[in-house]
């Protein structure tokens, strides 16, 4: 009889990331995101199967064991999410130390019989291998569809081609400022602060305005959600004809994705001699740039590599694997932001921070924030003294970095802190309602924004300035540009059914 193949573990072991990514790819995962894992997985799979083989004796068994090992842990966050907090009576099923000791009896029965059987396994062996096989083949139908689907919906930016500058001009280093663009993500404006968080962020703005900073206290931002918002302020426009692009009712982020990377205000300052400095995130469209000149790596997990732990046995690990690098991932951004000043020669230094944002890793002071579930959405953003306590420990990095930058910077640079979007905690758990009640869309859509402009080049900003105008506005002032102001409006989509179906809420949300 033919050798049997037993390649069911390595293809039980690679579906749960094809899984997700196929379930994800409308938000672009990466190949590179993915990567990690993938190889991490398919070497543990390897070792595991070679070191069972060597104890049973039995290369069927072995895959099957091995099998079911794997399918236990990929299950493990998945079942883990369902029964959280479960109850019967008052005690509390819904927890780690119950769903492993369920896990453990399962491997340790189900091993325990295909040790011992004396049937022989070669059809099982077979059926595991169809199985795991057409689980695999779906996902990346799924992924080959979709790529097909939108080949031709975004090709390399070629909707802005006329728009990038191709001549660049060299403008050394004697005039020309540093520029220096960073989103604060999901900070408040200070009239939301004040109103739902009892908190009065006045000593911070104070310290910017006597830095020389600009604070536009009636900004707002254009879109409700960071995809669509960066998507605009990077391109100095409004994105509502994505509408007609992919269709009012996908889900598919693609083309904001790719508007993030290769955008307008980066191309423009390229033809002009700037170097585009990109700091790598861990959310993927501003994690790494393959079109900027530099990527400044930190510590931590991607996005998508802390969805796949969440789904696996590491769970009960989640505090070790996911808390701590994600501090050491906004501390290392901090830290770095205040180094850029020594890349010679004019720059453009993006840096997306994913904080006050949730997960809340920060106490006030930086210390780690006891109990905290590593959440992004949802109800997490209930915690409203979490939130503020991550803003006031934001605040103060914020405040060592601008004074690094002004100290050090041999040129003035410019300085541009910006949310993309306001806080959520009077959002439902699913976050985005159909019908969103106009205190929601307040907090959710009025944001932080400061703008140092040397020298003294205050005069032409104005508090209601929206961050499509942002560079607008710069680049007509220092580069001589002649970009017409739009009237600054903001647009609410439902993120989680149709985020290209605008709404204009301006009337809702400007201040009174």
Same mark, same amino acid.
């Given at each position: 009889?033919?050798?049997?193949?037993?390649?069911?573990?390595?293809?039980?072991?690679?579906?749960?990331?094809?899984?997700?990514?196929?379930?994800?790819?409308?938000?672009?995962?990466?190949?590179?995101?993915?990567?990690?894992?993938? =190889?991490?997985?398919?070497?543990?799979?390897?070792?595991?199967?070679?070191? %069972?083989?060597?104890?049973?004796?039995?290369?069927?068994? !072995?895959?099957?064991?091995?099998?079911?090992?794997?399918?236990?842990?990929? %299950?493990?966050?998945?079942?883990?999410?369902?029964?959280?907090?479960?109850?019967?009576?008052?005690?509390?099923?819904?927890?780690?130390?119950?769903?492993?000791?369920?896990?453990?009896?399962?491997?340790?029965?189900?091993?325990?019989?295909?040790?011992?059987?004396?049937?022989?396994?070669?059809?099982?062996?077979?059926?595991?291998?169809?199985?795991?096989?057409?689980?695999?083949?779906?996902?990346?139908?799924?992924?080959?569809?979709?790529?097909?689907?939108?080949?031709?919906?975004?090709?390399?930016? $070629?909707?802005?081609?006329?728009?990038?500058?191709?001549? =660049?001009?060299?403008?050394?280093?004697?005039?020309?400022?540093?520029?220096?663009?960073?989103?604060?993500?999901?900070? !408040?404006?200070? $009239?939301?602060?004040?109103?739902?968080?009892?908190?009065?962020?006045?000593?911070?703005?104070?310290?910017?305005? &006597?830095?020389?900073?600009?604070?536009?206290?009636?900004?707002?931002?254009?879109?409700?959600?960071?995809?669509?918002?960066?998507?605009?302020?990077?391109?100095? &426009?409004?994105?509502?004809?994505?509408?007609?692009?992919?269709?009012?009712?996908?889900?598919?982020?693609? #083309? *904001? #994705?790719?508007?993030?990377?290769?955008?307008?205000?980066?191309?423009?300052?390229?033809?002009?001699?700037?170097?585009?400095?990109?700091?790598?995130?861990?959310?993927?469209? =501003?994690?790494?740039?393959?079109?900027?000149?530099?990527?400044?790596?930190? #510590?931590?997990?991607?996005?998508?590599?802390?969805?796949?732990?969440?789904?696996?046995?590491?769970?009960?690990?989640?505090?070790?694997?996911?808390?701590?690098?994600?501090?050491?991932?906004?501390?290392?951004?901090?830290?770095?932001?205040?180094?850029?000043?020594?890349?010679?020669?004019?720059?453009?230094?993006?840096?997306?921070?994913?904080?006050?944002?949730? *997960?809340?890793?920060?106490?006030?002071?930086? &210390?780690?924030?006891?109990?905290?579930?590593?959440?992004? $959405?949802?109800?997490?953003?209930?915690?409203?003294?979490?939130?503020?306590?991550?803003?006031?420990?934001?605040?103060?990095?914020?405040?060592?970095?601008?004074?690094?930058?002004?100290?050090?910077?041999? #040129?003035?640079?410019?300085?541009?802190?910006?949310?993309?979007?306001? %806080?959520?905690?009077?959002?439902?758990?699913?976050?985005?309602?159909?019908?969103?009640?106009?205190?929601?869309?307040?907090?959710?859509?009025?944001?932080?924004?400061?703008?140092?402009?040397?020298?003294?080049?205050?005069?032409?900003?104005?508090?209601?300035? =929206?961050?499509?105008?942002?560079?607008?506005?710069?680049?007509?002032?220092?580069?001589?540009?002649?970009?017409?102001?739009?009237?600054?409006?903001?647009?609410? $989509?439902?993120?989680?059914?149709?985020?290209?179906?605008?709404?204009?809420?301006?009337?809702?949300?400007?201040?009174?």
């Amino acid at each position: 009889m033919k050798k049997l193949l037993v390649i069911h573990p390595f293809l039980f072991a690679i579906f749960p990331i094809l899984f997700l990514i196929s379930h994800n790819i409308g938000q672009m995962v990466s190949f590179f995101e993915a990567l990690m894992p993938t =190889t991490i997985i398919l070497g543990f799979t390897f070792l595991l199967l070679l070191s %069972s083989g060597m104890i049973f004796k039995d290369n069927k068994k !072995a895959g099957i064991v091995v099998s079911i090992s794997l399918i236990l842990f990929f %299950s493990y966050g998945h079942v883990f999410n369902v029964i959280q907090g479960w109850e019967i009576g008052n005690f509390v099923i819904g927890r780690h130390r119950y769903l492993l000791l369920t896990w453990g009896t399962l491997f340790t029965c189900s091993a325990y019989f295909t040790i011992k059987t004396r049937r022989d396994l070669h059809n099982l062996t077979n059926i595991l291998n169809v199985v795991a096989l057409s689980l695999v083949v779906i996902s990346l139908i799924n992924i080959g569809v979709y790529e097909f689907k939108t080949r031709g919906i975004w090709q390399d930016n $070629s909707r802005s081609a006329e728009d990038r500058e191709t001549n =660049t001009t060299d403008l050394g280093n004697a005039a020309t400022p540093d520029i220096y663009y960073i989103i604060l993500d999901g900070y !408040a404006s200070s $009239s939301t602060l004040k109103e739902i968080y009892d908190y009065d962020n006045h000593e911070f703005n104070d310290y910017l305005t &006597e830095k020389g900073f600009y604070v536009a206290s009636e900004s707002r931002s254009n879109y409700a959600f960071t995809y669509l918002s960066l998507a605009s302020s990077l391109n100095m &426009e409004y994105i509502n004809y994505l509408s007609s692009v992919v269709g009012v009712d996908s889900k598919d982020m693609k #083309v *904001p #994705v790719q508007m993030i990377k290769d955008n307008k205000v980066m191309n423009f300052l390229k033809s002009r001699g700037y170097k585009s400095i990109n700091f790598c995130s861990g959310w993927e469209p =501003t994690n790494r740039n393959r079109y900027a000149d530099l990527n400044i790596m930190c #510590v931590g997990w991607s996005e998508f590599s802390m969805v796949l732990i969440r789904t696996t046995m590491l769970r009960v690990l989640e505090r070790n694997l996911l808390e701590d690098p994600g501090r050491a991932r906004v501390l290392c951004i901090f830290s770095k932001l205040s180094e850029a000043h020594r890349i010679e020669g004019p720059k453009f230094v993006f840096s997306h921070i994913l904080s006050p944002h949730p *997960p809340y890793l920060f106490g006030a002071n930086g &210390e780690p924030v006891p109990a905290t579930k590593f959440e992004m $959405s949802g109800g997490i953003w209930r915690q409203k003294e979490n939130y503020l306590n991550q803003l006031i420990f934001v605040n103060k990095k914020v405040k060592i970095v601008v004074d690094e930058i002004l100290s050090k910077s041999d #040129v003035p640079p410019i300085i541009i802190l910006q949310a993309d979007h306001g %806080s959520a905690s009077t959002f439902p758990d699913s976050n985005w309602p159909d019908r969103p009640t106009e205190k929601m869309l307040k907090e959710g859509m009025r944001i932080f924004n400061a703008y140092y402009l040397p020298p003294n080049s205050n005069d032409f900003l104005y508090d209601s300035i =929206t961050p499509v105008n942002t560079f607008r506005l710069v680049f007509n002032y220092y580069f001589d540009a002649n970009y017409e102001l739009l009237d600054d409006q903001s647009y609410y $989509s439902n993120w989680y059914k149709h985020p290209y179906e605008f709404i204009n809420v301006t009337d809702k949300v400007k201040y009174d």
